[in-house]
């Protein structure tokens, strides 16, 4: 499995982007799939994932400011961020689980106020 993100860049607060993740494999589950973030000095935290089909949990900091989808056509997670703010300053990772993590590179996202 191999997951390449991207889509990140430079954004003044309050405004948007939206990261792509093409995953590569056989058997991808996209239910098994998430978007992670790492500020610097900070641990990696999750940003948004599937739990099914029409189900994602978000993480505290961002809820109702992004939403996660895919497009399995394409084998392609994106995840759209709105109302961006300083603090979502990061490397974002988009992840896949099956017996055990697979990570992107990461895609960075810097927000300057």
């Known amino acids: 499995v191999q997951l390449q993100a991207s889509g990140g860049g430079l954004v003044q607060a309050g405004g948007s982007l939206k990261l792509s993740c093409v995953i590569s494999?056989?058997?991808?589950?996209?239910?098994?799939m998430g978007w992670y973030r790492q500020a610097p000095g900070r641990q990696r935290e999750l940003v948004a994932k599937?739990?099914?089909?029409?189900?994602?949990i978000f993480g505290e900091p961002v809820k109702g400011r992004v939403t996660i989808s895919r497009d399995t056509t394409k084998n392609t997670l994106y995840l759209q961020i709105y109302n961006l703010k300083p603090e979502d300053t990061g490397v974002y990772y988009c992840?896949?689980?099956?017996?055990?993590?697979?990570w992107g590179q990461g895609t960075l996202v810097t927000v300057s106020s």
């Open positions: 494999g056989s058997e991808i589950n996209f239910d098994n």
């Open positions: 599937f739990r099914s089909f029409d189900n994602s």
């Open positions: 992840n896949y689980f099956a017996n055990g993590d697979y």
